[in-house]
């Protein structure tokens, strides 16, 4: 199988810092929130990643999310209060 | 299979920019008289607040919590805005929130798992370059702090020197900020001001929101 790199952004809404990171479709969503969340020093399992208004769910890979070259992804918080 | 590789960042810096005018500011109505001290001191000195929150965004959120007051249900979302600094001290400002829908409790709150499309859109149409600068939850009933739950999500997702929480009670008709400090946290004096306003689209939606679910009542 031939897997096609490409690059993405995902911009972090708490700071509006965006990494530039470069993958294949076939890593999953999960791999791209570990890698930001790490290089950012977050836990990842506080966040969610989105494309627009969808919820990109973690164990689907890029190709299945329908996530393309040159996207902007933005991490997003997802708090509990108590 | 190779793991994403992050090749560059690109960092947003603090925008130089003076704060909103004196004549813009207003403490909160509902400070107690500790807090009203604290806001009168930070005015008398002539240093910007830590913490600028627009009218807009301040009756959203009280209105917000009100509305679900009634049945002691704590209500969340995110408060937005910029980080900007001033002849070398930062300050932020919250223009706008936006929220959804919440699984929510007397005690506990978050973004309900199926309503998340709605806040992006929410996001998305804010119509300016936002950063989530904090977020805002209430305490129905229950007084002003940050609790074991509040403490840790701040530390989780809030830690820079901007991010800030805003707890409101609406029922003691009460309204505090706090941030990070050390292990624990600190109240923050904040100001209302009338100098930041939300972008068209967003200004549009909330009145629709509001409308909606909300009951507002002006302060």
């Known amino acids: ?82 | 299979m190779p793991r994403p590789k992050i090749v560059r960042e690109t960092r947003r810096r603090p925008v130089e920019r003076a704060p909103p005018p004196r004549d813009s500011l207003a403490p909160h109505e509902w400070l107690s008289d500790e807090s009203r001290a604290e806001y009168e001191k930070v005015l008398a000195s002539g240093h910007p607040f830590e913490l600028y929150v627009s009218r807009h965004a301040e009756a959203t959120m009280r209105s917000h919590a009100q509305a679900e007051a009634p049945r002691r249900l704590e209500v969340m979302g995110f408060m937005l805005g910029d980080v900007c600094s001033w002849r070398g001290r930062a300050y932020a400002t919250v223009r706008d929130v936006v929220t959804t829908d919440l699984d929510s409790t007397q005690s506990k709150v978050r973004f309900d798992r199926d309503a998340l499309p709605k806040l992006f859109g929410g996001l998305d149409g804010t119509g300016f370059d936002y950063i989530i600068v904090g977020w805002y939850h209430s305490h129905p009933g229950h007084t002003c702090f940050m609790s074991r739950t509040d403490l840790e999500t701040q530390r989780t997702m809030f830690d820079q020197p901007y991010h800030a929480a805003l707890v409101i009670d609406p029922l003691n008709e009460d309204f505090k900020a706090f941030k990070l400090s050390g292990a624990g946290y600190e109240e923050v004096p904040f100001a209302l001001t009338d100098a930041l306003a939300p972008a068209g689209p967003a200004r549009k939606k909330t009145r629709r929101l509001r409308a909606q679910s909300f009951s507002p009542r002006p302060p």
Not at chain 1, 34 to 51: I, P, Q
Not at chain 1, 61 to 78: N, Q, R, Y
């Open chain 1, 1 to 82: 199988m031939v897997l096609l790199t490409f690059r993405l952004k995902v911009k972090n809404a708490e700071t509006g810092a965006t990494v530039e990171m470069e993958l294949d479709g076939d890593n999953t969503v999960d791999e791209v929130i570990e890698s930001a969340a790490t290089f950012w020093n977050k836990d990842m399992g506080a966040y969610v990643l989105r494309k627009g208004k969808k919820v990109l769910r973690g164990g689907s890979t890029l190709g299945d999310t329908g996530v393309m070259a040159e996207d902007v992804l933005e991490l997003i918080p997802d708090p509990e209060g108590g």
